[in-house]
Nanobody, 128 residues
Framework: QVQLVESGGGLVQAGGSLRLSCAAS????????MGWFRRAPGKEREFVAA????????TYTESVKGRFTLSRDHAKNTVYLQMNILKPEDTAVYYCAAKEVGTSSRITYSNSWAYDYWGLGTQVTVSS
Protein backbone atom coordinates (compact mmCIF):
# COMPACT_ATOMS: atom_id res chain seq x y z
CA GLN A 1 0.00 0.00 0.00
CA VAL A 2 1.23 3.46 -0.87
CA GLN A 3 0.68 6.53 1.26
CA LEU A 4 1.13 9.99 -0.18
CA VAL A 5 1.56 13.04 2.01
CA GLU A 6 1.52 16.54 0.57
CA SER A 7 3.15 19.51 2.25
CA GLY A 8 4.26 23.04 1.48
CA GLY A 9 0.92 24.71 1.05
CA GLY A 10 0.05 27.99 2.69
CA LEU A 11 -0.97 31.59 2.21
CA VAL A 12 1.01 33.69 -0.24
CA GLN A 13 0.51 37.00 -2.00
CA ALA A 14 -0.07 37.16 -5.72
CA GLY A 15 3.24 36.97 -7.54
CA GLY A 16 4.81 34.86 -4.83
CA SER A 17 6.06 31.29 -4.86
CA LEU A 18 5.47 28.02 -3.06
CA ARG A 19 6.97 24.59 -3.41
CA LEU A 20 4.71 21.65 -2.77
CA SER A 21 6.15 18.28 -1.85
CA CYS A 22 4.58 14.87 -2.09
CA ALA A 23 6.36 12.25 -0.05
CA ALA A 24 5.53 8.61 -0.57
CA SER A 25 5.83 5.77 1.86
CA UNK A 26 5.01 2.11 1.66
CA UNK A 27 7.17 1.34 -1.33
CA UNK A 28 9.29 2.94 -3.99
CA UNK A 29 7.52 5.02 -6.60
CA UNK A 30 10.49 5.04 -8.93
CA UNK A 31 8.47 3.28 -11.65
CA UNK A 32 5.24 5.17 -11.01
CA UNK A 33 4.02 8.13 -13.02
CA MET A 34 2.90 10.94 -10.73
CA GLY A 35 0.53 13.86 -11.00
CA TRP A 36 -0.87 16.91 -9.24
CA PHE A 37 -4.47 17.96 -9.31
CA ARG A 38 -6.34 20.76 -7.60
CA ARG A 39 -9.86 21.59 -6.51
CA ALA A 40 -10.89 25.20 -6.11
CA PRO A 41 -13.91 26.17 -3.99
CA GLY A 42 -17.10 25.36 -5.86
CA LYS A 43 -15.27 23.73 -8.75
CA GLU A 44 -14.42 20.25 -9.85
CA ARG A 45 -11.00 18.74 -9.45
CA GLU A 46 -8.72 19.63 -12.35
CA PHE A 47 -5.41 18.43 -13.67
CA VAL A 48 -2.36 20.58 -12.94
CA ALA A 49 0.78 18.68 -13.91
CA ALA A 50 2.14 15.20 -14.44
CA UNK A 51 5.54 13.58 -14.66
CA UNK A 52 6.68 10.30 -16.16
CA UNK A 53 8.27 7.72 -13.94
CA UNK A 54 11.64 8.46 -15.50
CA UNK A 55 11.22 12.11 -14.61
CA UNK A 56 12.22 13.12 -18.13
CA UNK A 57 8.75 14.02 -19.37
CA UNK A 58 6.25 16.46 -17.91
CA THR A 59 2.84 17.78 -18.89
CA TYR A 60 1.11 20.90 -17.61
CA THR A 61 -2.31 22.38 -17.91
CA GLU A 62 -2.24 25.51 -20.03
CA SER A 63 -2.92 27.93 -17.20
CA VAL A 64 0.24 26.98 -15.28
CA LYS A 65 2.71 26.56 -18.13
CA GLY A 66 5.77 28.70 -17.62
CA ARG A 67 4.94 29.21 -13.94
CA PHE A 68 4.89 25.71 -12.42
CA THR A 69 7.62 23.09 -12.59
CA LEU A 70 7.20 19.47 -11.62
CA SER A 71 10.18 17.33 -10.68
CA ARG A 72 10.93 14.17 -8.78
CA ASP A 73 13.69 12.79 -6.60
CA HIS A 74 13.79 9.02 -6.76
CA ALA A 75 16.22 8.75 -3.88
CA LYS A 76 13.80 10.62 -1.62
CA ASN A 77 10.69 9.03 -3.10
CA THR A 78 9.30 12.52 -3.45
CA VAL A 79 7.89 14.75 -6.15
CA TYR A 80 7.96 18.53 -6.07
CA LEU A 81 5.72 21.15 -7.61
CA GLN A 82 7.45 24.50 -7.77
CA MET A 83 4.85 27.20 -8.22
CA ASN A 84 5.96 30.67 -9.21
CA ILE A 85 4.12 33.87 -10.11
CA LEU A 86 1.11 32.62 -8.22
CA LYS A 87 -2.28 34.09 -9.01
CA PRO A 88 -5.48 34.25 -6.94
CA GLU A 89 -7.02 31.75 -9.37
CA ASP A 90 -4.42 29.20 -8.24
CA THR A 91 -6.15 29.06 -4.87
CA ALA A 92 -7.22 25.47 -4.29
CA VAL A 93 -6.52 22.27 -2.43
CA TYR A 94 -3.70 20.54 -4.25
CA TYR A 95 -3.61 16.76 -4.42
CA CYS A 96 -0.76 14.45 -5.29
CA ALA A 97 -1.48 11.21 -7.12
CA ALA A 98 0.48 8.13 -8.11
CA LYS A 99 -0.19 5.53 -10.72
CA GLU A 100 0.85 1.93 -10.37
CA VAL A 101 3.90 1.00 -12.39
CA GLY A 102 3.69 2.63 -15.78
CA THR A 103 4.16 0.78 -19.02
CA SER A 104 6.55 3.34 -20.42
CA SER A 105 9.14 5.66 -18.94
CA ARG A 106 7.88 8.41 -21.24
CA ILE A 107 4.17 8.57 -20.56
CA THR A 108 2.43 11.16 -18.38
CA TYR A 109 -1.22 10.97 -17.34
CA SER A 110 -3.57 13.93 -17.12
CA ASN A 111 -6.76 12.02 -16.32
CA SER A 112 -7.54 11.53 -12.66
CA TRP A 113 -9.00 8.07 -13.30
CA ALA A 114 -5.56 6.85 -14.35
CA TYR A 115 -4.21 7.20 -10.82
CA ASP A 116 -4.39 4.60 -8.11
CA TYR A 117 -3.25 6.46 -5.00
CA TRP A 118 -4.07 9.92 -3.69
CA GLY A 119 -2.92 12.14 -0.87
CA LEU A 120 -5.23 14.10 1.38
CA GLY A 121 -4.26 17.44 -0.12
CA THR A 122 -2.64 20.68 0.94
CA GLN A 123 -4.30 24.08 0.85
CA VAL A 124 -2.82 26.84 -1.28
CA THR A 125 -4.30 30.31 -0.89
CA VAL A 126 -3.14 33.21 -3.03
CA SER A 127 -4.25 36.66 -1.94
CA SER A 128 -4.60 39.54 -4.34
Amino acid sequence: QVQLVESGGGLVQAGGSLRLSCAASGRSLSRCPMGWFRRAPGKEREFVAAISWSGDFTTYTESVKGRFTLSRDHAKNTVYLQMNILKPEDTAVYYCAAKEVGTSSRITYSNSWAYDYWGLGTQVTVSS
